[in-house]
């Protein structure tokens, strides 16, 4: 069986053949790396995103500037609680707003009576679409599975790191959307949500799951969602994060100073 994996791996892993004279236990450990990394769900690469962004404490704004169509995105030094989930989505190889946008031709009444329920009169536009929680909260009950939306303390497995949550304010009028963290609250156990919102005022990981009231959504995107997806999508997502992530260098210069003490004089 390990004769048959070797040769596997030189015909479809390039450069395997230079390992193989450092021994087979090299090489199995080689393989299994390769296949880690293989594995990694899309729940994980949304979680992994998200944590990221609570590292660069990325500024939240309320605001519809026109964007580039597909794969386009505000100023990479703030944005909305939607934007947190698009951008993790896109490290993930799934780039809503394109696929919000396409879907809304398909079921355009759909779309159009949801931004309705929110007295949000404007004409679908492929630049805020994808930044709207009513629309997130109509594109992932059509394509993501459906999960409970009540809080069970005594089945916490039901909230999965990288799960999405939608909160509403009453029947279906939605209004903040967020990411369940792999952290908890120490004293009760509740998942911890990572999100943007008013208050700290930027992307953080300070909110249970339950402090925004009422959830009306929890959704989770299967690994079946982005394999359905074409590769040249996945690609073009995953590069649209790296843009907004930056260079190495700029990014360690934005997490530094989103991680700099406020001298005593300037508050």
């Known amino acids: 069986m390990f004769e048959a994996a070797l040769a596997l791996a030189m015909i479809f892993l390039p450069g395997v ?26 729940s994980e690469d949304i979680l992994s995103a998200a944590k990221r962004m609570v590292d660069l404490q990325t500024d939240y704004r309320f605001s519809f500037p026109t964007i580039e169509y597909p794969f386009g995105d505000v100023p990479s030094d703030w944005g909305l609680c939607c934007d947190v989930v698009v951008r993790a989505c896109r490290a993930a190889g799934i780039d809503l707003q394109e696929l919000v946008y396409e879907d809304s031709h398909r079921e355009r009444e759909l779309y159009i009576e949801a931004n309705r329920r929110q007295n949000f009169a404007r004409p679908l536009n492929r630049s805020w679409i994808h930044r709207r929680t009513s629309n997130l909260n ?82 989770r995107i299967t690994d079946s969602f982005r394999a359905s997806l074409s590769e040249e999508h996945r690609e073009a997502a995953i590069a649209a994060w790296k843009e907004f992530i930056g260079d190495e260098d700029e990014s360690d210069q934005r997490l530094a100073e989103s991680t700099e003490e406020i001298e005593p004089s300037s508050l």
């Open 17 to 42: 053949e230079g390992k193989i004279e450092s021994g087979n236990l090299q090489v199995l450990a080689w393989l299994q790396a390769e296949e880690s990394v293989e594995s990694q769900s899309v």
């Open 138 to 219: 109509l594109f992932f009950q059509r394509y993501a599975q459906v999960l409970p939306t009540r809080y069970d303390s005594t089945r916490p497995e039901e909230w999965q790191p990288g799960d999405i949550v939608i909160y509403q304010k009453y029947q279906d009028l939605t209004w903040h959307i967020a990411i369940v963290s792999d952290d908890v609250d120490s004293f009760t156990g509740i998942p911890k949500v990572i999100d943007a919102w008013l208050n700290p005022g930027h992307v953080s990981e300070d909110h249970r799951l339950t402090d925004h009231g009422a959830i009306g959504g929890h959704y």
